[in-house]
């Protein structure tokens, strides 16, 4: 069985096939640059304009003809409406035009289920931390629970900002992790940890107020935040009795963070898992798979039902496939 999967939440529009063994046949994806942070209208138009190569070079790659799919999956939510919209758009006329069943995904379940595809994992906790996303998501009774979560806005935005603030190139991540190598003195930012949520938004600001060499204020910025993750993480781990932490997001790339989650979770004796970046990043490779094993549970939807979900929330979707 072939499932296409189609991803567009965010800066990424994405189109993969995947097998119904768990093969990725093809994983093609573009991502929308913008200068001054995203701009949710310019990178619809960014989605529409490649939507169409990207889904011909994935079903290509993939060495099949566009008959051979069986099942269309699109991430439904959350997101940003313009590219949701557009994604869900083009889900729905493909399967119109082939006759095949349609599956909205949950974009955060989708990294979590990538996850233990990929790594073996078999019931984790999901550090996820990406630009728009930061959570920590783990399944207890029926669903995927969101047991901390950011309270303002997600670390990799956080990151972006600042570096914008800085003159640092798109995505700033990256340069961030850099230039953190060099640092040297800790400056004391704001720790905002609340019970089990996070924010960065305080702790930015404090950030650029500080006078402070930019390789200083990067190494704060990551031994701040990334032990709060750290922190909530562990937390999560005790409270709800798991032995396994899997990541996911485009910052878990950062080799500081996976140093440190991975020296909390093996002292605490739990296995650590992390996927290859291009399963971390946002991807098509997720919405094909879980698209898939949500099928394969019973589940799918009429095009009448398939309005995208903006604020759709984790714990809203009752996973029957577990
Ligand atoms: P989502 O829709 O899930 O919020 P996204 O559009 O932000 O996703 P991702 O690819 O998951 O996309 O993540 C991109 C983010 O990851 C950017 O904010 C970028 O700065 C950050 N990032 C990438 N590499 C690193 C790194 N090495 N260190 C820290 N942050 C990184
Ligand atoms: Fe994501």
Redesign the pocket.
Known sequence: MYILGLEG????IGSSVVTDTGDVLSNISKTYQGKEGIHPREAANHHSSNILGIIKESIDVAGIEKDDIDVVSFSQGP?LGPCLRTTATAARSLSLSLDVPLVGVN?CIAHLEIGRLMTGAENPILLYV????TQVIAFRKGRYRVFGETLDI?L??M??KFGREKGMTF????V??EKAKEGKKLIDLPYSVKGMDVEFSGIMTAALNEDATIEDLCFSLQETTFAMLTEVTERALAHIRKDEVLLG???V??KRLQSMIKTMTEERGAEYYVPEAQYC??NAAMIAWTGYIMYDAGISISVEESNIKQKFRTDEVEVSWR
């Open positions: 939440t965010a800066h990424t997101g974009h990406s630009g728009g996303n997600g990799g935005n990151l972006d995505p700033a991540g990256p961030i992790e997001g485009g910052v790339q950062n990043v946002d």
